[in-house]
Protein backbone atom coordinates (compact mmCIF):
# COMPACT_ATOMS: atom_id res chain seq x y z
CA UNK A 1 0.00 0.00 0.00
CA UNK A 2 2.91 2.54 0.93
CA UNK A 3 4.80 1.65 -2.29
CA UNK A 4 1.24 2.50 -4.64
CA UNK A 5 1.02 5.70 -2.43
CA UNK A 6 4.55 6.99 -2.93
CA UNK A 7 4.19 6.15 -6.69
CA UNK A 8 0.92 8.17 -6.64
CA UNK A 9 2.70 11.41 -4.89
CA UNK A 10 5.83 11.11 -7.47
CA UNK A 11 3.48 11.06 -10.20
CA UNK A 12 2.01 14.17 -8.43
CA UNK A 13 4.86 15.88 -7.59
CA UNK A 14 7.42 14.60 -8.95
CA UNK A 15 10.89 12.42 -7.88
CA UNK A 16 11.86 13.38 -4.02
CA UNK A 17 14.78 15.95 -4.65
CA UNK A 18 16.31 15.27 -1.37
CA UNK A 19 15.35 11.43 -0.12
CA UNK A 20 18.28 11.27 2.08
CA UNK A 21 16.54 14.21 4.28
CA UNK A 22 13.12 13.34 6.45
CA UNK A 23 12.71 17.02 6.45
CA UNK A 24 14.74 19.82 3.94
CA UNK A 25 14.49 23.51 3.65
CA UNK A 26 15.61 25.11 0.48
CA UNK A 27 16.18 28.20 2.02
CA UNK A 28 14.26 31.75 2.76
CA UNK A 29 13.84 34.94 1.49
CA UNK A 30 15.84 37.86 3.35
CA UNK A 31 16.37 41.37 3.11
CA UNK A 32 14.57 44.42 1.34
CA UNK A 33 12.77 43.55 -1.86
CA UNK A 34 12.54 45.74 -4.93
CA UNK A 35 9.03 45.58 -7.59
CA UNK A 36 11.82 45.75 -10.16
CA UNK A 37 15.48 44.16 -10.70
CA UNK A 38 18.73 46.28 -11.58
CA UNK A 39 18.60 44.27 -14.47
CA UNK A 40 14.79 46.01 -15.42
CA UNK A 41 16.05 49.12 -14.26
CA UNK A 42 18.70 48.90 -16.78
CA UNK A 43 16.62 47.77 -19.42
CA UNK A 44 14.17 50.89 -18.76
CA UNK A 45 14.35 54.29 -20.26
CA UNK A 46 15.78 56.58 -18.27
CA UNK A 47 12.42 58.91 -17.77
CA UNK A 48 10.25 55.97 -17.10
CA UNK A 49 13.04 54.74 -14.27
CA UNK A 50 12.07 58.10 -12.99
CA UNK A 51 8.54 57.96 -12.96
CA UNK A 52 8.49 54.57 -11.41
CA UNK A 53 10.65 56.39 -8.58
CA UNK A 54 7.88 59.32 -8.46
CA UNK A 55 4.70 57.02 -8.61
CA UNK A 56 5.59 53.76 -6.80
CA UNK A 57 4.70 53.23 -3.10
CA UNK A 58 5.41 50.18 -1.07
CA UNK A 59 2.33 48.49 0.42
CA UNK A 60 4.66 48.40 4.12
CA UNK A 61 3.60 44.98 4.02
CA UNK A 62 5.78 42.18 5.91
CA UNK A 63 8.09 40.78 2.88
CA UNK A 64 6.82 43.25 0.31
CA UNK A 65 9.03 45.25 -1.68
CA UNK A 66 10.20 48.35 -0.30
CA UNK A 67 11.60 51.32 -0.95
CA UNK A 68 15.09 50.15 0.52
CA UNK A 69 14.84 47.30 -1.90
CA UNK A 70 13.70 49.19 -4.61
CA UNK A 71 16.98 51.56 -4.08
CA UNK A 72 19.21 48.87 -3.61
CA UNK A 73 18.07 47.90 -6.99
CA UNK A 74 18.65 51.53 -8.40
CA UNK A 75 22.40 51.69 -6.91
CA UNK A 76 23.15 48.08 -8.65
CA UNK A 77 22.07 49.46 -11.55
CA UNK A 78 23.80 52.84 -11.71
CA UNK A 79 26.72 51.54 -10.13
CA UNK A 80 26.91 49.15 -13.28
CA UNK A 81 26.28 51.68 -15.87
CA UNK A 82 27.07 54.92 -14.22
CA UNK A 83 27.19 57.18 -17.28
CA UNK A 84 23.55 56.34 -17.83
CA UNK A 85 22.77 57.92 -14.00
CA UNK A 86 25.45 60.71 -13.28
CA UNK A 87 24.07 62.88 -15.98
CA UNK A 88 20.74 63.33 -14.77
CA UNK A 89 21.60 63.11 -10.58
CA UNK A 90 19.83 66.64 -10.64
CA UNK A 91 16.48 65.04 -11.69
CA UNK A 92 17.00 62.83 -8.13
CA UNK A 93 16.01 65.88 -6.19
CA UNK A 94 12.46 65.46 -6.79
CA UNK A 95 12.49 62.15 -5.38
CA UNK A 96 12.71 60.50 -1.78
CA UNK A 97 16.33 60.89 0.58
CA UNK A 98 16.18 56.67 0.52
CA UNK A 99 16.94 57.07 -3.47
CA UNK A 100 19.19 59.99 -3.59
CA UNK A 101 21.36 58.04 -1.00
CA UNK A 102 20.85 55.11 -3.42
CA UNK A 103 22.20 56.80 -6.21
CA UNK A 104 25.10 58.29 -4.59
CA UNK A 105 26.01 54.86 -3.35
CA UNK A 106 25.96 53.48 -6.76
CA UNK A 107 27.96 56.11 -7.86
CA UNK A 108 30.67 55.07 -5.26
CA UNK A 109 30.78 51.79 -6.19
CA UNK A 110 31.28 52.44 -9.92
CA UNK A 111 34.02 55.21 -8.89
CA UNK A 112 35.55 52.36 -6.91
CA UNK A 113 35.50 49.76 -9.35
CA UNK A 114 37.21 52.47 -11.58
CA UNK A 115 34.34 53.02 -13.66
CA UNK A 116 34.66 56.69 -14.91
CA UNK A 117 31.36 59.36 -15.29
CA UNK A 118 31.07 62.96 -15.19
CA UNK A 119 30.79 64.32 -11.85
CA UNK A 120 29.06 67.91 -12.08
CA UNK A 121 25.85 67.29 -12.18
CA UNK A 122 26.63 64.53 -9.33
CA UNK A 123 28.26 67.24 -7.06
CA UNK A 124 25.47 69.66 -7.53
CA UNK A 125 22.93 67.22 -6.17
CA UNK A 126 25.44 66.65 -3.19
CA UNK A 127 25.76 69.97 -2.46
CA UNK A 128 21.66 70.22 -2.48
CA UNK A 129 21.37 67.83 0.23
CA UNK A 130 23.96 68.94 2.69
CA UNK A 131 21.69 72.21 2.16
CA UNK A 132 18.48 70.32 2.84
CA UNK A 133 16.92 70.17 6.50
CA UNK A 134 18.20 67.31 8.33
CA UNK A 135 14.76 65.46 8.94
CA UNK A 136 12.42 64.79 6.98
CA UNK A 137 9.46 64.85 9.21
CA UNK A 138 8.08 62.36 11.82
CA UNK A 139 7.81 59.52 9.62
CA UNK A 140 9.96 57.89 7.13
CA UNK A 141 7.82 58.19 3.48
CA UNK A 142 7.95 56.05 1.86
CA UNK A 143 7.76 53.34 4.99
CA UNK A 144 11.14 51.63 5.20
CA UNK A 145 12.65 54.84 3.69
CA UNK A 146 14.81 57.24 5.23
CA UNK A 147 13.89 59.89 7.39
CA UNK A 148 16.47 62.32 6.70
CA UNK A 149 18.95 63.41 4.67
Request: with cysteine.
Amino acid sequence: DWRERYSQLRDEFGENPHPDFPVYSGGGEWGPKSPKSAEELQGMAFEEVLQLFREWRPSGEWMEPSAEGLGRALSAAVAEDPVRFAPHAQLFKELDPTYVRQLVAGLQTAATQGRSFGWKDVLELCAWVVAQPLENGDEPWPPGGDKSW
